[in-house]
């Protein structure tokens, strides 16, 4: 409260009581009603819930194996993707691409950059 302004610390206030109030009647009142009635939804389903928990089991371990070699699988083509549009960005800062000829090499003689081992290459204009 103390790095408040006054009109800071009047709504603050303010806000107190209306949630200490008002509020506090609405949130008592929907628990009474509400949470009896959701206890006993879910206590009729234990029953239900010990007969299909073994499938459900065995249904998320294969759907979590699954997206995790997703995951895996798409980190590292992330990491190929970046490293092929880096030469690719790096080849066009230098203005070699127009300038290399069939044998890998620029009009200087210089060596045209080559991607690395199983990157994928995406032509990107950057």
């Avoid at 234990?46 to 073994?54: A, F, N, R, S």
């Avoid at 070699?96 to 204009?125: K, N, S, V």
Wanted: hydrophobic content about 35%.
């Amino acid at each position: 409260m103390a790095k408040l302004s006054p009109a800071g610390q009047a709504f603050a206030r303010f806000l107190r009581g209306f949630i200490d109030g008002p509020l506090k009647e609405f949130r008592f009142a929907g628990q009474s009603t509400l949470l009896p009635g959701i206890q006993r939804g879910m206590e009729s389903l234990v029953p239900v819930m010990q007969k299909i928990t073994p499938a459900w089991r065995d249904f998320n371990e294969a759907l979590g194996k699954a997206i995790g070699g997703m995951i895996e699988f798409g980190g590292k083509l992330c990491r190929r993707v970046r490293i092929a549009a880096g030469c690719d960005r790096r080849i066009a800062r230098e203005g070699q691409r127009r300038d290399r000829d069939d044998h890998g090499q620029t009009e200087r003689g210089e060596q045209y950059p080559t991607d690395p081992p199983g990157a994928i290459r995406f032509h990107l204009r950057l």
